[in-house]
């Protein structure tokens, strides 16, 4: 092979050794934004999970509230309905 196109093809390999390196560079820094985008969405799982706990909390306690006041409720009309006269 003749020197000029040793040197063209030494050539197209170094800008290829560089394409490839800024490739190699902005893979890293996509895969580095993956790896935080997952721990923020593991955060926010965390979270929701939190959430989810506090919310089934709160629906059991409105729940026996609700059962508290319709009991009571239920004895003071058997009471007025027993002693109408008293009301």
């Known amino acids: 092979m003749p020197l000029i196109q040793l040197a063209e093809i030494e050539s197209r390999?170094?800008?290829l050794d560089k394409r490839l390196e800024k490739f190699d560079k902005r893979?890293?820094?996509t895969i580095k934004?993956?790896?935080r985008a997952e721990q923020r969405l593991e955060v926010q799982e965390r979270r929701m999970q939190l959430f989810d706990q506090k919310l089934e909390q709160s629906i059991k306690i409105l729940r026996d509230q609700h059962d508290t006041q319709s009991k009571l409720n239920k004895f003071f009309l058997d009471s007025i309905k027993k002693?109408?006269?008293k009301s």
């Open 27 to 29: 893979f890293e820094f």
């Open 13 to 15: 390999w170094e800008d």
């Open 83 to 85: 002693n109408p006269s």
């Open 33 to 35: 934004r993956m790896v």
